[in-house]
């Protein structure tokens, strides 16, 4: 199989000028289609791998888009093995094994997360929709973390994290797309969270949980040598968040189960 990541700022810069314009229609002001105003792309897209690339299927309902961009940024792992396999192939088969036990056993409409990235770094699309919603800056509502999932954008990382670190493959790829997401949507490196802050879980699992701090740091410094424009920090204590549900004793053993990824507070399915 043989598969080119698509190529981003030519079409990302596309798709922006298309949503200033819708943006106009809505506001009723005098449709344009001149982006002369537009803030300038200092972040390329990462070279990822579409839907297409892994033969994803159908959602079984339409997922939901939102105007409002999401307002922060959840860091997962997967809970799946630390495989030495770092190639295409065994991305885009890990995209295509969570999507499959996400709506053949989770029961949902599609893969729940908006992103995946592979141990061997490479970037795939989640659920249908979230990379036009990133280009344009609104927000594909996943299925990843319980009462968060309207106002979140959650990105998979391949792997177990508990005792042991990611691959540099991985971590190149993580900042490479938190640096993108948060020029994508205007936000402050602080908003990059772990499911855990939300919900009861092991996940991101303590290790890549602790290097969170250390990838907000790599985030704004690709983003101040870019010269983009850092919004202020709007940074909550995670202790102020509420969890949800109660504390679980164990996380259930078994692949995929990475803790409450839906709660009542949420729109998705
Ligand atoms: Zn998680």
Known sequence: MSHSPASGPDRRTVFRGAALTSGAAVLGGAFTVSTAHADPVRIAEPALYTRNDWNARTPSSPVQVLAEPPTQIVVHHTATPNTDDLSEDAALALSSSIQDFHMDTQGWIDAGQQLTISRGGHIMEGRDRALPAIREGTQCVGTHVANHNNTTIGIEN????????????????????????????????DAIVGHRDFNSTECSGEVLYGMLPELREQTMSVLEAKGVQVPPSARVDPADAPTYPAVPDDEPDHAFYHGPVRGPDDISR
Not at 159 to 181: C, H, K, N, R
Request: aromatic share 10%; hydrophobic share 40%; net charge negative.
């Open 158 to 189: 391949e792997g177990t994290y508990t005792d042991v670190e990611p691959t540099s493959e991985l971590i190149d790829a993580l900042v490479e797309t938190l640096a993108w997401l948060c020029e994508a949507y205007g936000l402050n490196p």
